[in-house]
């Protein structure tokens, strides 16, 4: 969509917008395929020939892989779309399970973090003129934004989640978290102002609502889903995050606590401590195979004493 406003707003009629369009879709299924197998061949014929340990030639390939992006950020340039637009396209057709993604991740993440995003950041609330918003008819055109923006990923993941047996409170949390929005939104409006497709007061419009619409996340999920409901237990509801032994030993041996007979507790045991002659099982909040013919050996020794 960004893509054919982009050529719509660029272009001086119909034919030469259907020219830019047509380029884009023909260069995407070009890249999808062809250039996808390149790539995927020369990735895995330079990793199966030399070792992980050799720097040299993985310092080679990044340097191939970068080429290739800013070789493609060039021709999306050409067609007269955002460069960043192509860079994106050849990301995807990376292989993710490649050493050499990983490499690049690991050498670039940093740099990106620490330089870059706060640089984009900047510049982004440098292109915001707020100067250009009045009370009315900006006003409600903001908040209208918002409401339209926020009503539409809440309903839109909130729902279907519901629907598919998520719980309530945790397909709220989904629509919550859903609505934040972040660097590809400010991605997508800084590249329609420069392109001309957004004017200066929608695009600060656009921004207060990105900017509303993540600060609010955060109080939401936690009224939604405060810190103390966070805890995984069984499917049962009968492991506590806390747990005495002779207690659950009782629970396997009545059979409750697993129908399937599997034996497998969705909270995992990662201590046992005394307390008042009597152990206890300390959990946590992950999910792990509990071997329960293993507590009628630690109760024995207890019973012993």
Not at 2 to 27: C, Q, R
Not at 31 to 41: D, N
Not at 201 to 218: D, E, P
């Amino acid at each position: 969509m960004l893509v054919i406003a982009i050529a719509i707003a660029n272009a001086k009629n119909s034919g030469s917008a259907g020219w830019v369009f047509f380029a884009m879709f023909f260069y995407a299924v070009f890249l999808f395929t062809v250039g996808r197998y390149i790539v995927e061949s020369v990735v895995q014929y330079v990793e199966s020939k030399y070792p992980e340990s050799n720097q040299q030639i993985a310092n080679t390939l990044m340097s191939f892989l970068i080429i290739c992006m800013y070789a493609s950020a060039w021709i999306t340039s050409m067609f007269g779309i955002e460069a960043i637009i192509g860079s994106f396209m050849f990301g995807l057709i990376v292989p993710r399970s490649s050493r050499i993604f990983h490499v690049c991740t690991e050498r670039l993440e940093v740099f990106v973090h620490v330089i870059m995003l706060p640089l984009y950041f900047a510049q982004s609330g440098l292109s915001t003129d707020f100067t250009v918003l009045h009370s009315y008819p900006d006003l409600p055109l903001t908040i209208a934004v918002i409401a339209v923006a926020t009503f539409g990923k809440v309903l839109g993941a909130g729902i279907p989640s519901y629907l598919l047996g998520i719980p309530f409170r945790e397909s709220a949390v989904i629509a919550v978290l859903m609505n934040t929005r972040g660097l590809v939104e400010l991605i997508v409006l800084n590249i329609g102002l420069n392109q001309g497709v957004l004017n200066q007061r929608i695009f600060s419009i656009m921004v207060i609502m990105c900017l509303f619409t993540t600060f609010i996340t955060c109080p939401i999920v936690h009224l939604i889903y405060p810190m103390e409901m966070r805890i995984i237990k069984n499917k049962f509801d009968l492991v506590p995050s806390t747990v005495s032994l002779s207690e659950l030993e009782n629970q396997v041996n009545a059979g409750d606590l697993d129908n399937n007979n599997n034996n497998s507790i969705e909270t995992p045991v990662t201590d046992i401590k005394p307390d008042e002659g009597n152990l206890e099982l300390i959990v946590d909040n992950a999910r792990t195979d509990f071997d329960t013919t293993c507590i009628s050996d630690l109760v024995e020794p207890q019973n012993e004493q």
